[in-house]
C-alpha cells in the first residue's frame, strides 16, 4: 500500500516544478473557454435551444477545468513502451495493473486538482452565461460529486486499456492520437454532448465516454434531473468496473506475452 | 535561387526520411485525419443544431473554416522547422549546429523539419472549402481565385510570424511559453469562425495584435460576396499585407532575442 | 603574424535557481564561464585544449566558432571577428561536436553530404575532389550509401568529420571527438587529423579528456581551470613541472591522467 502512496506522491512533486508552464497552459485554457463561450453565444442569438445558455457556460468552463483528468498522457510511460524498458516495471514485487491504475490515477487527480481549482474560481467571477452558474440544487450539487468521482475512476480505467492497447503496437503515438480524439469528441470537450444532435441522445450518452465528465456535468447543471442520479451513478459503476475487468484481462495476456517473449 | 533549392532539398530529404517508416507513417497520418476531422464533424453538428451564425449560412462556414484549416496546416506541413522543431532546438543547443553554418538561422530552421502527415490535415480543410463553396454557390472568378492564393500566402507567413514570438522567448527562457499557444492554438480556433461573433477584445486581438481577421477573413468575406467590417473591395487585397507586417515584426522581436541565446547543453 | 588572437575574453551567464519556497520567485547567479582568457595560435597549428568539465573550454569554442558573443574581450581569427561576421566566419571553418550530429539519421550519408555542399555552396568540382580525398582518408568509400543510423559509433564519428571538413576549412574545433570510440577507430582518427594538418595545413583546436590523444596530436597544450587559461606550453613541461603532484602508480604510465595534474595547479593557485 505504501508503495502505492509514494507514486501518487512523487506525482504530486513533479507536477508542482512546472509551475510556471502550468501557469501559461491554465491562461491558455481560459482562453478557449472564452472563445468557446462566446461562439455558442453567437450561436444561441440566432436559435435558443431547449438547453439553456447558462448550461452550456457551465459545462464549457467544468470541461476545460477537468481537462487533466481526460487528456494527461504521462510521458515517461509511453516512452518506457516505446523503449522496452517497461519490462523493468515486470520485474518489481508489484501487481503490475494496480501499479498502473494508481500511477494514472495520481497523475489525474492531481493535474486536474491543480488546473480545476483557479479554473472554478475564474469561472465563478464571470457573469451570468459567460461564467460557471450555481448547482440546480443541494441535492445537484451532491450527486455530481460522486459522479465525478466515479468518473475519474472510469477514466483511469479507459486509460489503463489504451496504455495495454498500445504496448502492442510498436509506434503507439497514432492509435493514441485516435483514441484521444475519439475521447475528446465523445466526453463532449469538443462539442458539449448537450448540443449533440436529439436522436443521438440515447446512444452517446450511454458510451463509456460520457460517464467521465458529461454525467457529472450533466447532474450539476440539472440538465439530469436529482431523481435520475441512482440510475446514472449505477451506469457509471457498472462501466468502470467492465473496462477495469477488461483492463486487468488484457495487462494479463500482455505480461504472458513479454515473458514468452523474454522482455 | 540557392536558397529556394536548398529548402526544396531539405524538403526531399524530410519526405525520404520519413517514409523509411512507412507503417507508421500510415498510421499517423490517418490519426490526423481522424483528429482534424473530428473538428469537422463539430461544425457539421454546429451547424445541424442552429443553422446559421448570424448573417453566416452553412456554406459560408465551411468556407470559412476551410481556409484556416488549410492555411494553419500548410504552414505546419511546410513550416513544421519552425512551428515545432524550433523551441525544442533551442532547448537542447542543437541550434549550435546551425550557427556554425554560412546561411541565415531562420531559413536553415525553416529547412529543418517537414510533417508530412499534415496532409491528411489538409485535405479535410480543403473538402471544407469545396463544399462551402459549393453551398454558397460561390462564382469563381480570377480575381477570386488570386486573392485567395494571397490570402493563403500571407496567412502561412503570418502563422510562422506567431510561433516565431514562442522561439524568442524560449531564448529569453520564459516559464510560461505555452502562453503563446493562445495566440497560435487559439486564434486557429477562434478564427475558424467569422471574426465578428466575437466581443470587441477578441475582435481587436485577432485584427490587431495577430490580424487573422485581416489575412484570412476580410478576402473570404469578399470572395462570399458578404460585407465584414464595412472595408471596401479594393481592401479586400490589401488586407492579407497584414500578415507580411506581422511576420516583420516578430522576426525583429527574434533577431534581438538570438543574441541572448546562449547555448544550453555541453 | 598569428591566426587566432584572443584578448581578455570574458564571458558570464546568469543562471535562474529557483527559491525552495514562494510561488514565481527566483534567485539570480551569475556564473563566470571565462574570466581574462588571452592566448594567440599560429595558422597550421594543432593545439590541444584541456580542462575539467565546466572549466570553459566549450564556452572558449562556442565563441570562436560564432555562437556566443562574450561579454568583453576581443577575438580575431583571420583578421574577422567571429560573432560579428558570423556567416563569413563560418564558411571558413569546421566544427565537429562530439555528441551532437550535424548529419541526417535516416538518409545515406552521400545526401546529408550533398545538403552540405548546397548549403556552404562548394562547386559541383571542388566537392567531388575533396569527397573522393575525404572518403579515401576516412575510409568512408562503402558507407557512402548507408544511412547515419546504421553506422557504428566509430564509424559516425568519421562521418561527422568528413562533413565537417567538406568545405576545406582553414580552421577545425573538435570537441570531445573520441568520446566513446575504441582503440583501433581512435588511432585510425588520429592518424586522419594528422594527415589533414599536414595535408592541408588546417589549423587545429582539439579539446579532450584523452591524454593520450593530445600527446599524439598536439605539440602544444593549453589547460584551462575556473575560466582562467593555467598552462600553456609543451605537453612534456606540463607534466615535468607537475611530476611530484602525481600519486606514484600514475608515474610507471606513459601519459599520466591530467586530473592530478590539475588539482595541483589548483591547489598553487588557491583556488
New interface residues.
Partial sequence: MRAYWCVFRMRRRMELQYRGAALGGFICQLFFGLILIALYRALYAGKPQAVPISHISSYVWLQQAFFRMLLATDPDLADKIRTGSIAYDLCRPLHLYTYYYVRILAQKLVGSLLRAVPMLAVACLLPEGWGLASPAGASALLTSLPALFIGLLCVSALENITMAFTMRTLDPRGMQALLNMLMMVFAGNILPLTLFPDSWQPIITRLPYAQLLDAPIRLYTGDYAASAAPGILLLQSAWTVALAAAGLLFWRVNQKRMVVQGG | MNTIRLYCRSMGLQIRSQLQYPASFLMQTLAQLVMEGGEFMALMLVIDRFDRLNQWMPGDLFFFYGLMSVTFYLTECFGRGITGAFPYMIRTGQLDTLLVRPRGVLIQVFCSAADPRRIACIAVGVASMVLGSIQARIAWSLPKALLLLESIAFGFLLILGLFLIEASLVIWSVKSVELTNTLTYGGRSACDYPIDIYPRPLRILFTVVAPFALVLHVPAAWILGKPLYGWPAWAAFLCPLAGAVSFGLFYALFRRALRHYRSTGS | MSYITVEHLRKT?TV?KKKDRG??AREKTTVEALKDVSFTVKQGELVGYIGPNGAGK?TTV?VL?????PDSGAVRIGGRVPWLE???H??R?G?V?G????L????PLL??Y??LR????VPEADFRRRMNELSEALDLGSLLRT?LRQLSLGQRMRAELCGSLLHCPELLFL?EPTIGLDAVSKLALRDFLQWENREKGTTILLTTHDMEDIAALCRRVMVLGHGSKLFDGALEDLYARYRNALPVQELTVQYPNIDHVIAAMYQELGL
Wanted: charge should be positive; proline fraction near 3%.
Fill in positions: 551567464f535562474r510561488f514565481l566549450s562556442k566558432s560564432g555562437i556566443l558573443t558570423r556567416k563569413e563560418v564558411r571553418i566544427v561536436f555528441q551532437r550530429t550535424q541526417w539519421w535516416d538518409v545526401d546529408s550533398d545538403l548546397e548549403i556552404y555552396r544511412p570537441d
